[in-house]
């Protein structure tokens, strides 16, 4: 679990969050939504300990630097050696760990064939680059795992079974999620926080009051 204590984060001048105090998750799936500039970026870069802020933040009781090991981000816009076959970008992004090369076949098999893995990652599509970042995380096995717009740019089959592998990572570590495809993360997440106003509210119970993301969003930024 998070607990946001007394948490500020300001730009020069321009506060995101202000003094706020929240408790998120229990190895539960938990999905951020709000629109695009309301600080959800800045929150998935505070939680994982790339951005410095004003109070604390503990996961597990634990400090933020002290987990940061065990914390993996999916970003929108996934880096990856460009140059380097899909396959080889795993081998060298998991050097760290102790899992053998067979291993990483088998679990990079379950989501492409051994033509695209052989494919330089420059050729791949948008979608195939964030498959690729998921198949790390199951690699590297955090228990912390944070998918940033993770549904973005994929098709129906492959959107299907991502939301199957989430669902399954959920049992033993916290899942955090970030979109605006709410069709994809309906009856999916555990709880459901909006950022607005520079506070985190959390509509958990709205939403499984409704079952509508979409409803619950509109209820906060309906024009």
């Not at 990079?108 to 498959?131: A, H, P």
């Not at 717009?149 to 994929?154: F, K, M, R, V």
């Not at 909006?194 to 209820?219: A, F, M, P, Q």
Request: glycine share 6%.
């Amino acid at each position: 679990m998070f607990d946001l204590i007394n948490m500020t984060k300001k730009y020069k001048n321009k506060i995101i969050f202000e003094d706020e105090t929240v408790s998120v998750g229990n190895h539960k799936i938990i999905f951020f939504m709000g629109p695009n500039g309301c600080g959800k970026t800045t929150l998935i870069k505070c939680l994982s300990g790339l951005e410095k802020y004003k109070g604390k933040i503990k996961y597990d009781n634990y400090s933020i630097d002290d987990i940061r090991k065990e914390t993996f981000v999916i970003w929108d816009d996934c880096p990856f050696y460009d140059d380097l076959s899909g396959i080889n970008n795993l081998y060298v992004l998991s050097e760290s760990t102790s899992i053998k090369a067979d291993d990483i076949k088998r679990i990079s098999n379950k989501y492409f064939s051994e033509d695209t893995l052989k494919r330089k990652v420059k050729k791949y599509s948008y979608g195939q680059r964030k498959m690729l970042a998921l198949v790390l995380g199951e690699i590297l096995n955090p228990s912390l795992l944070i998918m940033d717009e993770i549904s973005n740019g994929l098709d129906y089959d492959t959107m299907k079974l991502l939301r199957k592998e989430i669902k399954e990572k959920s049992v033993d570590k916290d899942i955090i999620l970030t979109g605006h495809q709410f069709a994809f993360y309906e009856g999916l997440v555990d709880e459901v926080f909006i950022i607005h106003n520079k506070h985190i509210i959390d509509v958990t119970d709205e939403y499984i009051s409704c079952d509508d993301l979409g409803l619950v969003y509109e209820r906060y930024f309906d024009e």
